[in-house]
C-alpha cells in the first residue's frame, strides 16, 4: 500500500503568520506532487503541484520538495482566516491516480 | 473553463436500490476517477477509467462498478446499496497536470 501521511491537525496560526503543512509519503518511485486546498462541504481545488526537489513558490505559497527523504511541505505566508481549511497533499507514481492523505486542517485566528 | 458537473448533489436511497451517480467533464480528458471521502479515511480511489470502455479497479471497488461509454461521461454503480455506502462521491477527470474535480454528490443510503 502506497503511504500519504499528514498530521491532522488542527494546526491553528495567527492571522499573518507562516502555516507550515509537511506530508510523507512511502513509493519512492512517486514522481508529481500536488497541495490541494478543500473547504467544509466543497470539493478539493489545486493550489501547487511541484515535481522536481526544491522550491516553488506562487505568490504567498511555497511547495517544499525533498526526494530523498520523502517529504514535501507547504507554506502559506502572511495567513488570512480565508485560508481555513483542510489541506490534501496527494502523490503520484507512475499510474493515473493520485493517491491522497488524510488532510491536514488549518485554522487561521483573527 | 474547465467543468467536472455530477447530476446531483444530493441523493437518499434506500437500501437494496440500485444506484447510479453520473460525472460528465467538458475538457476531452481520457482519465477519469471516482473517489469517495469519510471523514477520517480521507479520499479514496474506487474505480477510475484511462478511456473509454477502459476501466481500473481503484483501492475500494468493492460493492461498486463503472460504465464508461463515451469520452465525457462517467457512470459510479452501486449495484445494491448498503448503509456503509452513505458517503461523499467524488468524480474527477485529469489533464497532463491537474486533477479536476466535480462538485461532489452526499449519498445517503437507508
Known amino acids: 500500500q502506497k503511504e500519504v501521511e499528514q498530521n491532522s491537525g488542527p494546526l491553528s496560526v495567527p492571522e499573518g503568520a507562516i502555516a507550515s503543512l509537511n506530508c510523507t509519503y512511502s513509493?519512492?518511485?512517486?514522481?508529481?506532487f500536488f497541495w490541494y486546498r478543500q473547504y467544509s462541504g466543497k470539493s478539493p481545488e489545486l493550489i501547487m503541484f511541484?515535481?522536481?526537489?526544491g522550491d516553488k513558490e506562487d505568490g504567498r505559497f511555497t511547495a517544499q520538495l525533498n526526494k530523498a527523504s520523502q517529504y514535501v511541505s507547504l507554506l502559506i505566508r502572511d495567513s488570512q482566516p480565508s485560508d481555513s481549511a483542510t489541506y490534501l497533499c496527494?502523490?503520484?507514481?507512475?499510474?493515473?491516480?493520485?493517491?491522497f492523505g488524510k488532510g491536514t486542517s488549518l485554522l487561521v485566528t483573527p | 473553463d474547465v467543468k467536472v458537473t455530477q447530476s446531483s448533489r444530493y441523493l437518499v436511497k434506500r437500501t437494496g436500490e440500485k444506484v447510479f451517480l453520473e460525472c460528465v467533464q467538458d475538457?476531452?480528458?481520457?482519465?477519469m476517477f471516482w473517489y469517495r471521502q469519510d471523514p477520517g479515511l480521507g479520499l479514496r480511489l474506487i474505480y477510475f477509467s484511462y478511456d473509454v470502455k477502459m476501466k481500473e479497479k481503484g483501492d475500494i471497488p468493492e460493492g461498486y462498478s463503472v460504465s464508461r461509454e463515451k469520452k465525457e461521461r462517467f457512470s459510479l454503480i452501486l449495484e445494491s446499496a448498503s448503509t456503509n455506502q452513505t458517503s461523499m462521491y467524488l468524480c474527477a477527470s485529469r489533464d497532463d497536470y491537474e486533477q479536476y474535480f466535480g462538485p461532489g454528490t452526499r449519498l445517503t443510503v437507508t
Open positions: 496527494a502523490v503520484r507514481g507512475s499510474g493515473y491516480a493520485l493517491n
Open positions: 513509493d519512492r518511485g512517486s514522481q508529481s
Open positions: 511541484i515535481y522536481s526537489n
Open positions: 475538457m476531452d480528458h481520457e482519465n
